[in-house]
T-cell receptor
Framework: GNSVTQMEGPVTLSEEAFLTINCTYT??????LFWYVQYPGEGLQLLLK?????DKGSNKGFEATYRKETTSFHLEKGSVQVSDSAVYFC?????????FGAGTRLAVHP | DGGITQSPKYLFRKEGQNVTLSCEQN?????MYWYRQDPGQGLRLIYY???????QKGDIAEGYSVSREKKESFPLTVTSAQKNPTAFYLC????????????????FGAGSRLTVL
């Protein structure tokens, strides 16, 4: 069945460091891929998405490219801020529902 | 502003009690979902509904029940049959799309934290 695997956290970085959070998936067909972010005590918010191979989703300095050949959708940001501290979830679209990875906690310190 | 409202934000339950979590949306979305989140784990789907008066079990439906009498509302009841109900519960909604259409962008509520005493 469809599944998503994310790198385990927590990821701890200094402000202005480069961020990569790995995400790989298993799916039949050509699902859409998503990154969601969850700030402490809140629900999830859509960060970015890509609907087909080679698409690049981007938002708030974050980027991820849909790589069909490696079945990956890694999240990157060139320079993180303290305000980026949150839990990040990779997800793929199943039939009328989303399948989420386990989440990766990011902590950015000044 | 359009969005999803979950209530209560915090809820305490004694063992053996049923509790109901409210979820209301004013986004005119057809589909609604309930997810459970445990510390350090991802989201697991409990139930979802694509149309009024119809709903489907997700991956962990045992011990839970739902109803969808109105498009805007999708309440979740945590019954006494749920053996480990302490968790963070998230409601979400979306427009419907076909499989892999990319239309399934979920909008989430702020969540309800249930603790069993």
């Amino acid at each position: 069945g469809n599944s998503v695997t994310q790198m385990e956290g927590p990821v701890t970085l200094s402000e202005e460091a480069f961020l990569t959070i790995n995400c790989t998936y298993t799916a039949t067909g050509y699902p859409s891929l998503f990154w969601y972010v969850q700030y402490p005590g809140e629900g999830l918010q859509l960060l970015l998405k890509a609907t087909k191979a080679d698409d690049k989703g981007s938002n708030k300095g974050f980027e991820a490219t849909y790589r069909k050949e490696t079945t990956s959708f890694h999240l990157e940001k060139g320079s993180v801020q303290v305000s980026d501290s949150a839990v990040y979830f990779c997800a793929l679209s199943g039939y009328n529902k989303l399948i989420f990875g386990a989440g990766t906690r990011l902590a950015v310190h000044p | 502003d359009g969005g999803i409202t979950q209530s209560p934000k915090y809820l305490f339950r004694k063992e053996g009690q049923n509790v109901t979590l409210s979820c209301e949306q004013n986004l005119n979305h057809d589909a609604m979902y309930w997810y459970r989140q445990d510390p350090g784990q991802g989201l697991r789907l409990i139930y979802y509904s694509q149309i009024v008066n119809d709903f489907q079990k997700g991956d962990i439906a045992e011990g839970y029940s739902v109803s969808r009498e109105k498009k805007e509302s999708f309440p979740l009841t945590v019954t006494s049959a749920q053996k480990n109900p302490t968790a963070f519960y998230l409601c979400a909604s979306s427009n419907l799309g076909g499989a892999y259409s990319g239309a399934n962008v979920l909008t989430f509520g702020a969540g309800s934290r249930l603790t069993v005493l």
